[in-house]
Every structure is written in C-alpha cells, then in structure tokens.
C-alpha cells in the first residue's frame, strides 16, 4: 500500500512523509542518499525537503550538499518533474555561516534571489516547488529555546521586501509555492497580513515546524492561525530526534552512530528540547514506549500515528540514515490507521 496523498495546494498533491534530506552529504554518502530515495519513492513518498545550509552539522565543505544529491538522484534516474514535489529552504540571517552569502546577514531582496538561484542549480531543476524561509529574518526564541528575550531583538528586513522577492520568482517560474519555517503565530499573522496589502505578493501555504509527542508547541497559538487562514504544517521532527524510538533509554545511551551520539553538542535543538538529564522527557518517553507496547505496535508507529492524526498536518517530514529506518516509518504510516485504537 503506498503512503496516502495530500493536497497541499492546487495541483501539488505530497505525501504524508515527506523524506527530509539534512543527512545526505554528512552521515549518508551519495550512494546511500540514492538508496534511501529509491526505496522512498517506491513506496510512494513523492515529497522531498531540504536546505542551501545541509547537511547538518553545517559546515563550509559539505554546505549544500543535500539539494545536490536530490538533483542528481532525479536526474540518474530520469524521474519525470512533476512526479515528485521538491521543498527547500534559504537559511535566516545567523552571522555565523560566513560561507553562505557572508553570514547570512540578513533576508533581503538580493540574498533571497542569490539562495533561489544557487539551489535551482544543485537541485538541477528548473522550479522549485516550495521555498520556505528556513527561520524568520528577527529575533524569535526557536530550536529549543522556550523564553522571549526582547533585549535581543535586532533590526530586520521588512515582510513587505521577502514577499516582493518571493513574487519576482513566482513570476519568474522559479518557484511554485512559498512556506515559512520555525515562525510564530505573530510572524504567520504578519506574513498574512501584508501579503493581502499587494496582490502580486505569494499566499504562504504552509508552515515547517517542530510537533511530535514531546513538543507540541504548534497546539498553543499557532493551531489557530493556521486552522483560520487555511495553512498547513509540515511537521518536522516527528520522532524527537529519535528519542522516540527509545533508543537513547538502552544500556549505552544507544548506538555511538545515532545522531545525538554522533555529533553530541553540536545540536543546540536536541540537546536542550529534548536532554535526557531532564527526569521528564525521560519518564514521558518510558510512558509512550508502555503504551506502544500496550496496544502491541513500535514506538514508531504510535509516533507517527499521533502526528499524522492532527487535523492540520499535511506531511510528517522524517530523516533516514539506514534502510531500515526509512521501511519502519513507511510501515508505520501504513499500520497506523490499522493498529491504534482511538483511546491510544
């Protein structure tokens, strides 16, 4: 049974997995990469996600990689275009990736165009399905952080100058639909707001997000925004970083080449969000394992069933790095419907 569709906007349909790309060209080598889009495309995951700024870790070496591994992978295989959804995103101003545009410093007009431009060419693709501002170009609390610090608000490039440049590309043919990233309500309604001021200016048409079982912050205000101007969240790290999995609970701390083992301090997201040392993720990831175990189904599956149940999640964006991995989120997909009760 090939995982179901979902119609994001006119004339894109996208799976409800979406396979996220930021492992290909660090943890995955090229062939690996090709492996892993194969077996997902098989199993009829249409949606693909990446960034200019993967893989992750981010670094000078590899920046980019990611975007030009799916581009050849589309290419070897001679894949038609409109048989699969291609999603990216620019990086947010940071000031610490100098090798991509000098920081970035900011998302202004030419920095948004240089990004679009530079992924259409490693994408080898004419169009780009859906750019997505990876982070908004301001201050905002995000990748763990929970508290707003006014004091380190700085100044930024106005919503109206990132919608104009997103028009020039729709215009262009370069991209077919905009998304935002790691926003807030404010930053959705903002966007919104002064999209309705211009009618040439792109209707945003969905929002990347974190959501699983343990952070459902999108629950708090961001549900709401979207549920009323019909936006659609593509939730990103529906296994918590594979804590989920309850890998990290084993004798060991888990396998030495998982990702929080890998690269341990060097995931800001992982290591404060989701840090075992805090006795509550901990417990609430016993918990779910009980009840997985209750109903007789993987951790996996109840992860994923709990994401794909909410009313405003189009697609469920996971990471693979081995076969086996990627075959247990496709099966959970599949089984979901099938295995958990509603009471679960």
Request: proline share 6%; net charge neutral.
């Amino acid at each position: 049974m090939a995982v179901p569709l979902y119609a994001l906007a006119p004339g894109m349909n996208v799976s409800r997995l979406c396979l996220g790309s930021m492992t290909f060209g660090e943890q995955n080598t090229l062939s690996e990469s090709y492996r892993l889009l194969d077996a997902a495309f098989h199993a009829g995951i249409n949606f693909i996600d990446s960034a200019e700024m993967y893989p992750v870790p981010q670094c000078s070496a590899t920046q980019g990689r990611s975007e030009e591994y799916i581009g050849r992978w589309v290419r070897a295989r001679k894949i038609p275009r409109d048989k699969v959804v291609l999603a990216t995103k620019v990086t947010g101003p940071s000031g610490q990736m100098v090798w991509i545009r000098g920081g970035p410093m900011c998302l202004d007009a030419k920095n948004i165009s240089e990004a679009i431009d530079a992924s259409l060419l490693r994408m080898h693709t004419d169009y780009i399905d859906l750019y997505q501002i990876h982070w908004p170009d301001r201050y905002v609390p995000m990748f763990g952080e929970s508290e707003y610090d006014s004091n380190r608000q700085y100044p930024s490039i106005s919503i109206a100058e990132q919608l104009g440049a997103l028009a020039d590309a729709v215009e262009a043919g370069k991209i077919r639909y905009v998304g935002l990233s790691n926003e807030t309500p404010y930053g959705v309604m903002k966007f919104f707001h002064i999209s309705e001021s211009d009618s040439r200016y792109p209707k945003i048409i969905s929002i990347q997000n974190c959501y699983n079982l343990l952070c459902r912050n999108f629950d708090s205000g961001l549900a709401e925004c979207c549920h009323h101007e019909g936006l659609s969240l593509l939730a990103y790290s529906p296994m918590a970083m594979g804590l989920l999995s309850g890998k990290y609970l084993s004798p060991g701390g888990g396998p030495p080449d998982a990702r929080m083992n890998l690269f341990r301090g060097k995931y800001a997201e992982g290591e404060t969000r989701y840090s075992l040392s805090k006795q509550n993720v901990e417990a609430a990831i016993e918990a779910y394992k009980l009840l997985a175990d209750a109903y007789g189904i993987r951790p996996a599956c109840l992860a994923i069933a709990f994401v794909l149940k909410h009313p405003l999640v189009g697609s469920a964006i996971f990471g693979a790095t081995k076969q086996w991995q990627l075959q247990e989120v496709i099966e959970s997909c599949q089984d979901c419907k099938r295995k958990i009760p509603e009471e679960a």
